[in-house]
C-alpha cells in the first residue's frame, strides 16, 4: 500500500526566507508524485507534479519540487516565501489505481 | 468553465438525519472522488467511481454511499448521520490516463450534532 508522510506539522518562516517542506513516500513502483496547496476556506490547488523524466519540476507561484528515489522523498521549495504563500500543503502519491494517498499536511504561518 | 461545483456550501445537521452532499463536474472526467478532511488527517477518501455506472469504497466508506448514474454527478448520501461524520467534504475528478492528476471542488462543510 502507498503511503505518505509529512513529518513538519507546522512550519514559520519570514517573508523574503527560503523553505523548504519536507515529504516522504512509500510505494512499491515508480510513484506519481504532486504537491498541492489548501488556501483558508478553500479546495485544494494543484502546485506541481512528477510523472517520471527530470527529478526537478517546476510548478506554478515559483515552487519546485526535487524527487530523490533513493531517499523516497519529494520536498516542496521556494526561494524566497511571500506572504500570500501562508496555507496548508499536503503532498500526495498516485499510484496505478488511479487514486491518491495525501499526507496530513503541513501549515505554513509567514511572518511579516 | 465552473470546473467542479459542490452543495451544500455547509449544513448543519441533527444525528440521525439524511443527507446527501451534490458534486457536479463539466470537465467530462471519467474519475470522481469524495474525500473528507479532519485536522491532521489530512484528506481520507471515502469512495470513488472511475467511470460512469461504477462505484469503489476507499479508506473510510463505512455510513457512506454514492452513486454515479452519469458522468457529470456523483452525490454521496449518508443515510443516518452521526456526529462523529463532522467534517470537511471534497470532491475530485480526473480524466482518464491523467496521471492521478485531480482537481478539487470548493467543499462542504457538514457539522452532526
Known amino acids: 500500500a502507498q503511503s505518505v508522510t509529512q513529518p513538519d506539522i507546522h512550519i514559520t518562516v519570514s517573508e523574503g526566507a527560503s523553505l523548504e517542506l519536507r515529504c516522504n513516500y512509500s510505494?512499491?513502483?515508480?510513484?506519481?508524485l504532486f504537491w498541492y496547496v489548501q488556501s483558508p476556506g478553500q479546495g485544494l490547488q494543484l502546485l506541481l507534479k512528477?510523472?517520471?523524466?527530470?527529478?526537478l519540476v517546476q510548478g506554478i507561484k515559483g515552487f519546485e519540487a526535487e524527487f530523490k528515489r533513493s531517499q523516497s522523498s519529494f520536498n516542496l521549495r521556494k526561494p524566497s516565501v511571500h506572504w500570500s504563500d501562508a496555507a496548508e500543503y499536503f503532498c500526495?502519491?498516485?499510484?496505478?489505481?488511479?487514486?491518491?494517498?495525501f499526507g496530513s499536511g503541513t501549515q505554513l504561518t509567514v511572518l511579516p | 468553465i465552473a470546473g467542479i461545483t459542490q452543495a451544500p456550501t455547509s449544513q448543519i445537521l441533527a444525528a440521525g438525519r439524511r443527507m446527501t452532499l451534490r458534486c457536479t463536474q463539466d470537465?467530462?472526467?471519467?474519475?470522481m472522488y469524495w474525500y473528507r478532511q479532519d485536522l491532521g488527517l489530512g484528506l481520507r477518501l471515502i469512495h470513488y467511481?472511475?467511470?460512469?455506472?461504477?462505484?469503489g469504497k476507499g479508506e473510510v466508506p463505512d455510513g457512506y454511499s454514492v452513486s454515479r448514474a452519469n458522468t457529470d454527478d456523483f452525490p454521496l448520501t449518508l443515510a443516518s448521520a452521526v456526529p462523529s461524520q463532522t467534517s470537511v467534504y471534497f470532491c475530485?475528478?480526473?480524466?482518464?490516463?491523467?496521471?492521478?492528476?485531480?482537481?478539487f471542488g470548493p467543499g462542504t462543510r457538514l457539522t452532526v450534532l
Open positions: 475530485a475528478s480526473s480524466e482518464r490516463g491523467d496521471y492521478n492528476e485531480q482537481f
Open positions: 510505494y512499491g513502483a515508480t510513484p506519481y
Open positions: 512528477y510523472f517520471s523524466g527530470d527529478t
Open positions: 500526495a502519491v498516485g499510484g496505478s489505481a488511479r487514486q491518491l494517498t
Open positions: 470537465m467530462r472526467h471519467n474519475a
Open positions: 467511481s472511475n467511470t460512469a455506472g461504477t462505484t
